[in-house]
């Protein structure tokens, strides 16, 4: 390969200095969350869920309320669900496991409630909608090991997406909808960044590193601000997703200045106050966009802190302020209330009852739980992120070097190599 897969992409060794990153970490540690992940996440599903469809309501049981144009927050929403099925199935919790997983089933097989359809039936006027959809295939087709998933999601980026591709000679945008006039913004451009540096990941193939390198220097060149904000208001879901994607560039190409907008671009959503308030994470908005813009934060917030290769300062400052949001927003729900254990929009303030509760703010604090069971589990058991491996059938046949140099392509003999580790079709191989 042209591109080096750097270290592999994290291969987990277990180096006195990771150990010693996850040991400062772990300190940080105090409470065990994943109690409180399954008790709002199954109030979430209970009361917003259709669960005959897998698709979600504005509020709970579709109290009042249409669900008829609510589709790209599926996407997060349905997200949740998958956490809670990874964090079951580890626990041993078999069945519960495979209840979450039928609902995502269900959740493919309706088109996660698209009011359009295309070839994919996940086709939609606005460009965002389908990347944010996107997102969430190419991450069911990673926990669920689904190849039907990866090829939807490919299929959708590939014929759907970047048919409305715009390039320049300061890279590449995509326009917000299919209509006339309508220019690129960071909530498009930011997860179809993303979505093609997991597609490189999992393919191999050239073109989408191509892609994901052009999204981000058009983002670089005329959305994103120096000072850390993707976009002007900094929105906490683009501050996150862009620094997803800058964080899955650095691991592909060794490029330190993709890791240094990463943690910019994630640090700002959680220490400047354009973004917080009193030290959490800030309202908003009421509408069923902003109410769910931390859900999708928060899951690529933590896969900062589980980094390895991230800088560990900027690591425990994000550590501190998710575990903080966490512990107030578990202070503020109405326990009593239980399963009608509604989430505010601000996690600092109860739900105010005599407000309709909102969809997007039970998947906002219903993700922020799940995902801080995640970091809390990892950091104390020092295992940390594992960021999928290139395809095998792109790297088979070759042996690359712990720091991910290919060494030798078309080969699997380790004969003439120095005893240590390898890499080969994507595993790690020990010659002694």
């Not at 199935?89 to 269900?106: D, E, F, R, T």
């Amino acid at each position: 390969m042209k591109k080096r897969i750097l270290s592999l992409l994290m291969l987990l060794s277990a180096t006195t200095a990771i150990m010693a990153y996850n040991a400062t970490l772990s300190k940080l540690v105090k409470t065990d969350y994943e109690g409180k992940a399954d008790s709002l996440t199954k109030v979430f599903i209970k009361e917003f869920m259709n669960t005959s469809k897998g698709i979600f309501w504005i509020t709970p049981k579709g109290a009042n309320s249409s669900n008829t144009y609510i589709y790209w927050q599926q996407a997060h929403a349905i997200d949740v669900v998958i956490y809670a099925y990874e964090r079951n199935l580890a626990a041993g919790n078999k069945a519960q496991a495979n209840i979450y997983k039928n609902y995502v089933s269900k959740w493919f097989q309706n088109k996660g409630n698209n009011y359009s359809g295309g070839s994919t039936g996940f086709e939609n006027p606005y460009t965002d909608d389908m990347c944010w959809i996107a997102l969430t295939l190419l991450r069911m087709g990673e926990v669920f090991d689904n190849n039907n998933y990866f090829t939807t999601a490919k299929k959708l980026f590939d014929n759907a997406i970047m048919a409305r591709a715009v390039e320049e000679e300061k890279g590449m945008w995509l326009p917000w909808n299919d209509s006339e006039g309508s220019g690129p913004n960071a909530c498009t451009l930011s997860p179809a960044c993303l979505i093609a540096a997991k597609l490189y990941m999992k393919y191999g193939t050239e073109k989408y590193l191509d892609y994901a390198e052009k999204f981000y220097t058009y983002m670089t060149n005329h959305i994103a601000k120096s000072d850390g904000r993707v976009e002007e208001p900094p929105l906490t879901y683009t501050q996150g997703t862009f620094g997803e994607a800058c964080r899955l560039l650095y691991h592909i190409t060794g490029n330190f200045v993709y890791k240094n907008k990463a943690a910019t671009y994630i640090n700002y959503a959680f220490t400047n106050g354009r973004c917080t308030h009193n030290g959490l994470l800030r309202h908003e908005g009421t509408s069923m966009d902003q109410s769910l813009f931390k859900a999708v934060l928060i899951p690529y917030a933590v896969n900062f802190c589980l980094d390895e290769k991230m800088t560990i300062n900027y690591r425990r400052t994000i550590v501190t302020a998710l575990l903080k949001n966490a512990d107030a927003l578990w202070k503020n729900l109405d326990k009593e209330a239980y399963p009608k254990m509604y989430c505010p929009y601000y996690w600092g303030e109860a739900y105010d009852s005599s407000e309709a509760a909102s969809m997007g703010a039970m998947a906002s604090g219903a993700s922020l739980l799940e995902n801080v069971a995640r970091m809390c589990k990892d950091l104390t058991t020092e295992t940390g992120i594992e960021i999928p491996l290139m395809a095998p059938d792109s790297q088979h046949g070759n042996i690359y070097s712990i720091d991910g140099t290919l060494l030798r392509q078309g080969s699997t003999d380790l004969q003439g190599l120095p005893t240590g580790i390898y890499v080969v079709n994507g595993k790690k191989v020990a010659k002694k």
